[in-house]
């Protein structure tokens, strides 16, 4: 078998996830005919303050990316030279360049083999007396184990960044995502849970000081003069202030459509989780009695916002791989599943930044041996049993 295209290509691996309604389309409009300004107004502080509250966090800021929120996070962590920051290494790379872009070193920890999660067992063997940052990554919308990684980063006087890209509304014991940390990174990128017009993010902070250094940070530094002024034109339109000691202010911020837009996707989150949850529930018990595929193990008190389906193909018994599972479901069936994500040490990128030596056994084994599956939000039931049938007879096929 080789990897062309497919007579029929059934189910694609799409990029947008999440579509909008036709009211949700209809506000596009009405922003852009009749809000006072395209930037920076009432719709991006509501996203904020809804945000916040959604969450159960001090302060939350729109800006254009989570990789945005993350460069944030990092600078607000106050990392130099010599640092160190532990993380996993199996996430989308983002997780890891805003630390490392501060001069810090990254430590990789590995996963945990049945959530495929960075936890507090894993980091413990990285910890030195050099790590200032621990960055936990709710990878594929299962929220890490949280309170052993909270009681660490006490005891050791660290800071706790949540990387929340893949997992917005997923609930820990109660707590949603993103409420646990010092700093938490949102995605709202196309290919995320809801998207605010193919780019955008949020940071969420836990103190609500973090707000206000953050705030004047994120867009360069601009700020309103405070006072009366004689001419309002005097000494000049807006005052400009340093939200940190020695940081150079970015300009990260998210227009108004598009916070408009995530303001009503907020909304429809918790449906939107639940429907997925039931999407990835149906199809992981069509193949529940095929031991070859292993899905994220869900503790107990975790609730998953599946951001994706993915899990581990072992056929090993009938000597077929991962990729001969890939390639039969591709060119007999049609559906498209892909390979994320690369350990960041075996990337050019990273092997460039000299950390190309580095091996993590969990992390190794998990992405030679992963796929995931197509998913996105309102798949319709035809391609669910199909996907579920499909999956279910090639595990099968292979076996003989
Ligand atoms: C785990 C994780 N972190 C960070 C990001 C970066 O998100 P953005 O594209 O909004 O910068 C992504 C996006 O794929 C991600 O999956």
Not at 159 to 176: N, R
């Amino acid at each position: 078998m080789n990897s062309t295209i497919p007579q029929r290509l059934r189910v694609d691996f799409p990029a947008v996830q999440t579509r909008l309604n036709k009211e949700e389309e209809a506000l596009l409009v009405e922003i852009i005919r009749h809000s006072p300004t395209w930037s920076q107004g009432e719709q991006m502080e509501a996203f904020e303050r809804e945000f916040s509250q959604y969450v159960g966090c001090s302060d939350s800021l729109a800006v254009s990316s989570c990789t945005a929120a993350l460069e944030m996070a990092a600078t607000l962590c106050g990392l130099s030279q010599g640092d160190e920051v532990i993380l996993p290494a199996h996430t989308f790379v983002s997780s890891a360049v805003p630390f490392a872009r501060t001069g810090a070193q990254l430590i990789f920890a590995d996963i945990d083999p049945s959530t495929r999660l960075i936890s507090a067992e894993l980091i413990k063997p990285c910890l030195s007396k050099k790590t200032k940052v621990l960055v936990v990554v709710h990878l594929y919308g299962l929220p890490v184990d949280m309170n052993p990684i909270l009681r660490l980063a006490e005891e050791y006087g660290l800071k706790v960044v949540e990387d929340v890209a893949q997992a917005p509304g997923a609930i820990y014991h109660g707590q949603k995502t993103g409420s646990m940390g010092d700093y938490a990174a949102f995605s709202f990128h196309n290919q995320k849970n809801i998207s605010t017009l193919g780019e955008g993010g949020m940071l969420a902070v836990r103190n609500a000081s973090d707000g206000d250094r953050a705030r004047k940070l994120r867009w360069m530094g601009s700020w309103p003069f405070t006072g009366n002024r004689k001419h309002y034109w005097q000494p000049a339109m807006s005052d400009l202030v340093s939200g940190m000691k020695g940081v150079w202010p970015f300009n990260f911020c998210l227009s108004e459509v598009q916070c408009a837009v995530g303001r009503k996707l907020l909304q429809r989150l918790d449906a939107i989780n639940e429907e997925r949850r039931a999407q990835a529930a149906f199809i992981r018990q069509a193949v529940a009695d095929i031991p070859e595929l292993s899905f994220q193990y869900v503790p107990k008190g975790h609730v998953h916002a599946y951001h994706l389906l993915v899990a581990q193909y072992d056929g090993s018994k009938s000597n077929c791989t991962r990729d001969d599972l890939i390639n039969l479901l591709f060119q007999e069936y049609g559906i498209k599943c892909i390979v994320q994500y690369w350990p960041l040490y075996r990337s050019e990128l990273f092997q460039s930044f000299g950390y190309g030596k580095i091996r993590l056994t969990n992390t190794d084994h998990f992405f030679d041996n992963m796929i995931s599956f197509p998913f996105w939000s309102g798949m319709p039931k035809e391609t669910l049993n199909y996907m579920a049938k499909s999956i279910r007879s090639a595990l099968i096929q292979l076996r003989s």
